[in-house]
């Protein structure tokens, strides 16, 4: 009986302990369920994302044109220009400058062509005629060119100047004068021509490059060394004609006669 009833407490502490068992499996099962919709989770607060950054409107680069190549001008020869010379005294200088220039001149004297001669004169200064090599600048005859028609038509005498040796005036017309003092050679086939160099030289001081320097002006001489054998050269004569550059052309501004003088 005993041991039945220990059998029979047994039994019952087993139900209880059983019944304990499974109620507090239940609650746990229950209160794993509530704790985990019920209790807070502890959550990480969410990081709050930075607000964007407005970003700038962004300009499309522009396309970069490669800039052209300029190539250098390659080195080109220049030209050999020789200065106008400051001076004529050289006479190739001289001749170059003036020699087509002398040569309408000594043409149109030959000629007796005014008209032409005219053309040639400086149009202010004139033509200044010497009958010897000593220029009187004060008292030799000037003439324009627009005056020489008239001159030459004139019938009365001009004062021209002295005679060499006799002192004597030279009184004569313009076409007497022309005759004596101007053309009395064929000078157009003279056999010696020279450009600012002096070849007819006699007792008479020559002053034209003193009055027309060789810096700006140019004296061509047509020049006979002599006509007859027998004077043995004292019968020499000279034209000398002078030239003055105004702008950009030469002028005629003397007509110098020359000859042998005692």
């Known amino acids: 009986m005993r041991r039945m009833m220990e059998m029979v407490l047994v039994a019952a502490i087993m139900s209880v302990m059983t019944g304990c068992v499974g109620e507090q499996t239940k609650g746990g099962t229950g209160t794993s369920t509530s704790s985990s919709s019920q209790q807070p989770t502890s959550m990480v607060p969410p990081t709050a994302s930075p607000a964007p950054t407005p970003s700038m409107p962004i300009s499309p680069t522009p396309a970069l044109t490669p800039a052209p190549t300029i190539q250098a001008p390659l080195p080109t020869a220049t030209p050999s220009i020789k200065p106008s010379p400051t001076s004529f005294a050289k006479e190739a200088d001289a001749k170059k400058a003036i020699e087509s220039r002398a040569k309408e001149t000594i043409q149109a004297l030959k000629e007796q062509d005014l008209k032409k001669l005219a053309e040639l004169i400086h149009p202010k200064k004139g ?39 006799s002192g004597d005036p030279i009184d004569l017309t ?76 030469w002028y005629l501004v003397a007509i110098v006669h020359d000859q042998h003088t005692m």
């Open 174 to 249: 313009f076409p007497d004068y022309w005759d004596k003092f101007v053309y009395n050679e064929d000078f157009a086939a003279a056999p010696q021509i020279s450009y600012n160099i002096i070849l007819g030289k006699g007792n008479m001081i020559n002053n034209v490059f003193s009055v027309y320097p060789t810096t700006s002006a140019i004296t061509v001489e047509y020049h006979y060394p002599g006509l007859d054998p027998q004077f043995q050269g004292m019968d020499w004569t000279s034209l000398r004609l002078v030239y003055e550059n105004s702008g950009t052309q």
């Open 127 to 165: 033509v200044q005629f010497s009958p010897y090599s000593y220029i009187h600048v004060s008292s030799d005859i000037q003439v324009l060119g627009s005056g020489l028609a008239a001159l030459w038509a004139n019938t009365s005498t001009t004062h021209w100047g002295d005679y060499d040796g």
